[in-house]
Nanobody, 128 residues
């Protein structure tokens, strides 16, 4: 059974850094789009960043470009999200999701309903 488990969330001060991990089990990340999504209180869930397990191509939302970096380790079946220069508006529950590649990650990532497998989420709070 396909399972995604996130870790690495927590409380950090503005300007700080966190690294989220998404460990996949029950399938190998051979031809998947794996993404990080977030949902803040009262807001819709949005795509933050995605990566193709096939060619490593990436997508970033405009709000995180230059601050967040997504990467993958196919041997460990794990995807990471390095978050630097964190802002209070980055506060949200962060979810990892995966879906078979049906298009480019640039096309898939903004449409969270495309993704069929989800982790349980990890809280990220940016506050002084």
């Amino acid at each position: 059974q396909l399972q995604l488990v996130e870790s690495g969330g927590g409380l950090v001060q503005p300007g700080g850094s966190l690294r989220l991990s998404c460990a996949a089990s029950g399938f190998t990340l051979d031809y998947y789009a794996i993404g990080w999504f977030r949902q803040a209180p009262g807001k819709e869930r949005e795509g933050v960043s995605c990566i193709s397990s096939s060619d490593g191509s990436t997508y970033y939302a405009d709000s995180v470009k230059g601050r967040f970096t997504i990467s993958r380790d196919n041997d460990k079946n794990t995807v990471y999200l390095q978050m630097n220069s964190l802002k209070p508006e980055d506060t949200a529950v962060y979810y990892c999701a995966a879906e078979g590649l049906i298009s480019t990650v640039q096309a898939m990532c903004p449409i969270e309903k495309i993704f069929g497998s989800w982790g349980q989420g990890t809280q990220v709070t940016v506050s002084s």
